[in-house]
């Protein structure tokens, strides 16, 4: 069989621990044999981020900027404990924080739905995408412990001198205040990268905030979007069949709970936090979980939405066998290529790109399955593989449709 040609390469970030071993197993088995890869490599994994001053992080983030679409393996996010454990000059921040910023993306995450690993909530017959602002509000707040009786105020100086200033509460006692923010600019690039993806993925787009009780702020984002859908896409969501509509986020809530699934959710950066804990976990599995960033100008890097799976490396460096589930690793490649056979007009590409999809999920409604899944499962008399044995799986199912 002849391998398929790539024309523009792809970013290729390398990662840690147990997602290292899978991303090495899922190229050698899935990827290699029938694609002839085009990558450009960045190796962020911890050793060599630490031996170029994290210059690498920042290096394939601007890669990404240049070629359009990138595939990322789990990073470790150093703290206390790795400084010792990899004997860093530096606590690195958090790669993906750091492509985020450099991209000013969202992040889309969506359960991967597979028959017998069937959300808690029977009518979802379809994936929700939850779109998290990933900017502002409480994660870069301001905090006060008031300690006793006195006037807080909410003040603005302007750079021009202008001073706008508000009473917040007249404490008699003791309490706390909090000041948060957000800027415009951030909003529009947030709105504009939901719109871009809902096209793209032709899915309808809900956004939703608690702006009758928060008639300034999450107005704010209310009208934003509201004016960018105006001025951008609405032509475009029209003749494309989806639909955009904002509601308040009780409503959403509750709609959600009754929908079939199949749409975006947008969500303020907490409202996001919490809801996509909420999706993913009534989906089954953290390691089912696929997540993309996507820039307001349209790049894209996706990844899998759980971490280096520390445990499993652990196990794994001692000689001992893991089961660690790689689906969410391997639909980050294919929708890595699926975009880049789209943006290159390779139909070949965007059809391998499905065909391991269907491969993988195959696998699994086969009954061949990791322990994660395994444990959850509702189909009966299932085989629970070992990491490799589960990429060989879906070599051999891929290989079979393929004939
Ligand atoms: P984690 O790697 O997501 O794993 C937490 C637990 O979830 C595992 O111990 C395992 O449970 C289960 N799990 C997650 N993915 C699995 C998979 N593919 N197959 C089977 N089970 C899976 O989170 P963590 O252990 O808290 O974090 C480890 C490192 O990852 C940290 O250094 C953190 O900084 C980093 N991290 C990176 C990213 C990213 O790059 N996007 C995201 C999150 C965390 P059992 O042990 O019970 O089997
Ligand atoms: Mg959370």
Redesign the pocket.
Known sequence: MEKIKMTTPLVEMD?D?MTRILWKMIKDELILPFIDLKTEYYDLGLEYRNETNDKVTIDSAEATKKYGVAVKC????PNAA?MDEYNLKEMWKS??GTIRAILDGTVFRAPIQVKGIDPCVKNWEKPITLARHAYGDVYKNTEIKVPGAGKAELVFTGADGQEIRKVIHEFTGSGVIQGIHNTDKSITSFAKSCFNYALDTKQDLWFATKDTISKVYDHNFKDIFQDVYDSEFKEQFEAAGIEYFYTLIDDAVARVMKAKGGFIWACKNYDGDVMSDMVSSACGS??MMT?VLVSPDGVYEY??????????YYKHLAGEETS???V?TIFAWTGALRKRGELDSIKELMEFADKLDKATLGTIESGNM?K?LALITSLKDVNVLNSEDFIKAVRNNLENSMK
Do not use: K
Not at 74 to 77: E, G, R, S, V
Not at 303 to 312: F, L, S
């Open positions: 990662g621990e789990a990073t470790i996010t790795r790669p993906n953290l390691a997540s990844e899998a939405a759980h971490g280096t799976v520390q445990r499993h660690t589930n790689s969410a990791t994660d």
